[in-house]
């Protein structure tokens, strides 16, 4: 079993920051890529940035010179740093990862139970 367990999620002011943290755990043998999505009410679920185990970095236009995706291999955990918030930066995120478990000859893909940003005065 893998788990995705994220933390940081809140109300904040625009212009204001937050960081996002996500943790794999459980029986995992690789881990190739990690990242955000987010979901606002009424649209699609939508990549907002990822990394992959090398360190290749993407970013949605919309949050390039904003937000910065980092991760820590050896806790398997990636974070988000959220800054100079918008108001449309409000959804609910959700951390992916692109993985093999002990237990599986493929990749899968696993999703976090979603932590809500919410900017607004």
């Known amino acids: 079993q893998v788990q995705l367990v994220e933390s940081g999620g809140g109300l904040v002011q625009p212009g204001g920051s937050l960081r996002l943290s996500c943790a794999a755990s459980g029986s995992i043998l690789s881990i190739y890529t990690m990242g955000w999505y987010r979901q606002a009410p009424g649209k699609q679920r939508e990549l907002v940035a990822a990394?992959?185990?090398?360190?290749?970095?993407n970013y949605a236009v919309s949050v390039k010179g904003r937000f910065t995706i980092s991760s820590d291999n050896a806790k398997n955990t990636v974070y988000l740093q959220m800054n100079s918030l918008k108001p449309e930066d409000t959804a609910v995120y959700y951390c992916?990862?692109?993985?093999?478990?002990?237990?599986?000859?493929?990749?899968?893909?696993?999703w976090g139970q979603g932590t809500q940003v919410t900017v607004s005065s």
């Open positions: 992916n990862a692109e993985l093999q478990g002990t237990m599986s000859v493929v990749r899968e893909n696993y």
């Open positions: 990394i992959t185990a090398g360190g290749q970095l």
